[in-house]
């Protein structure tokens, strides 16, 4: 080996001890932050506010929400704030069947990102504050809402993207489906937690499907005089073989007849009152059969359909006057900081908050019903009063979750006694993200960055198929989509980036940073970019924003 050789591999060992010198501060600066002493694993509720617990564990199920505003006894413990199996446990929680049919949907053996992707990578630990958008703040990467830098960094307890977004959506799916019964004129949105069933053949009779003349027999016919048959009146004479009648659409044909002629096909010489076809006839032409597109007791539409304008067109034609559904998930949002102004221009280090316009409507569109958000700002104290009485399926909290003197999401949780599922995510932007689960009946929670980008992308990662599985809608169906130019990626990390359809493919969109909404605001879905980047022409995952199909993209300034 020549010299040269022997100073690279040098030069490369070290790199190599540097990288795990760093990682193990990584860790030591994660154990530093919540080293307390173990506890057992919190029961987990379901959606009547029954808690489950561990088999390994008994406890009472508790009616209804965790409404105590005092902490629970005894001090926080580790076991409330580390991610994945390590979070959890070994013990599998039991999942109450529910009560009414659900989708296929298989239900989880253990809420934990490593039972859910076992061949998901390892969660890689950076330097504190290193980021392909920037450095991160004292809100969770977020300059929008500090500049001071986060001392937890990107933590090395991070959970695999895939992993991450895989736990939400079990978890949301652990829950038992309730049920309710709406009109048809409140059900839009919905999902069904029963079945459409057909409660009738349809159509219920042979009827006509033009206007025209219905004929017996084989031609010429003999043309009867008068109105004819109209749509809404009862059952008429039979027809005989030789006669034409003039008929409407949609009206009840009489018995034996053999085909409906339309009136473009049709002669009527009045001279001698015989009716001609302009063209061949051909037996039971232009007439719908009765039970043409379904008989009674069909299924005409699963559990878990999201009720559509036509779902309601259907439910209605086949005899419903109402639906039963699965409620909406109920959320609740607290936006944090004291930096926020509700109005106006930003001044004086004050900004505008981004967040608490957006989320509301965006959880709305996923099917979700939100509180109005409340602004708590940088206090833990009332963080925690809303926290204990929120009556929620699902929290979301903005900013606060990194380590800052004023973020206070971490203690907080700690303080109440809650079950840290996922603690930071391998995703840029957005890596500070987090998913709790509050003790005692509590809902769950999710913790987005303050960075509006970045708390898009905790909304996508974690909240939007937590909902999804809480409300019981189908999961979207995953599909590729080659990308229109080199996408640089993360080292370590996925990257989420806001893209717009081109034909076959996505164009990326500029102003793609973790604090800009510029992007995004121009996009109609996010290509997940692998570690690494992807050159042109390479196929990437997409999500798909709810509001895409409905948005007349155009390129402007975005591109």
Request: aromatic share 2%; charged share 20%.
């Amino acid at each position: 080996m020549t010299a040269q050789g022997d100073d690279a591999g040098a030069a490369q060992e070290k790199r190599a001890e540097e990288k795990r010198a760093e990682e193990e501060r990584a860790v030591e600066q994660a154990l530093a932050l919540v080293g307390r002493q173990p506890q057992a694993a919190h029961a987990s509720p379901d959606r009547s506010g029954a808690t489950t617990t561990p088999a390994s564990l008994s406890a009472t199920p508790r009616p209804g929400r965790h409404t105590s505003t005092s902490p629970p006894p005894g001090p926080p413990t580790s076991a409330s704030l580390t991610s994945g199996a390590a979070a959890s446990g070994a013990a599998t929680p039991d999942i109450p069947t529910p009560d009414i049919p659900t989708p296929d949907i298989p239900t989880p053996d253990a809420l934990t990102p490593d039972a859910l992707t076992p061949d998901a990578p390892a969660a890689v630990a950076s330097a504190p504050g290193a980021s392909a958008s920037g450095p991160t703040s004292r809100r969770g990467n977020s300059p929008s809402h500090g500049s001071a830098p986060s001392s937890r960094g990107h933590r090395a307890s991070a959970t695999a993207w895939a992993g991450a977004r895989a736990l939400a959506e079990r978890l949301g799916r652990s829950a038992p489906l309730a049920a309710h019964r709406l009109p048809l004129d409140r059900a839009l949105g919905y999902v069904l937690a029963e079945a459409v069933v057909a409660l009738t053949d349809l159509p219920s009779f042979d009827t006509s499907a033009m206007d025209g003349w219905v004929v017996a027999g084989p031609g010429p016919w003999s043309a009867r005089e008068g109105e004819g048959l109209l749509a809404g009146r009862g059952a008429t004479e039979p027809l005989p073989d030789g006669q034409a009648l003039r008929i409407a659409t949609g009206a009840r044909l009489p018995a034996d007849v053999t085909a409906v002629i339309r009136s473009e096909h049709a002669h009527c010489d009045e001279t001698k009152g015989l009716l001609h076809a302009t063209r061949e006839v051909v037996p039971g032409q232009d007439i719908r059969p009765r039970g043409q597109e379904c008989r009674s007791g069909d299924e005409l539409l699963p559990v878990g359909t999201v009720v559509t304008p036509p779902v309601l067109g259907l439910a209605a034609a086949a005899g419903y006057d109402a639906l039963v559904v699965v409620p909406r998930p109920r959320v609740d949002v607290f936006v944090l900081g004291d930096e926020l102004l509700t109005t106006g221009l930003p001044r004086e280090g004050l900004i505008r908050d981004a967040l608490g316009p957006m989320l509301a409507p965006w959880l709305r569109a996923l099917g979700a019903e939100v509180a109005e958000p409340r602004r708590l700002g940088d206090d833990a104290g009332a963080l925690r009063r809303a926290l204990v009485s929120s009556d929620a399926d699902l929290i979301l909290t903005t900013g606060g979750t990194a380590a800052g003197p004023v973020d206070h999401v971490h203690p907080v949780l700690a303080e109440i006694g809650a079950e840290l599922l996922i603690d930071g995510v391998s995703v840029r932007p957005g890596h500070p993200m987090l998913l709790a689960r509050l003790a005692e009946g509590g809902p769950c929670l999710v913790g987005l960055p303050g960075n509006p980008l970045a708390a898009v992308s905790g909304l996508l990662t974690l909240a939007e198929p937590l909902v999804r599985g809480i409300a019981g809608r189908p999961a979207q169906e995953p599909y590729r989509a080659s990308v229109h130019e080199e996408v640089h990626g993360h080292p370590h990390d996925t990257r989420l980036i806001p893209v717009v359809h081109r034909d076959d493919s996505v164009v990326p969109l500029h102003y793609n940073g973790p604090a800009m909404l510029r992007g995004i605001a121009g996009a109609d879905g996010l290509a997940v970019v692998p570690p690494g980047g992807v050159r042109s022409g390479t196929e990437v995952e997409i999500l798909d924003l709810p509001w895409a199909s409905a948005s007349p993209w155009t390129e402007g300034c975005f591109t």
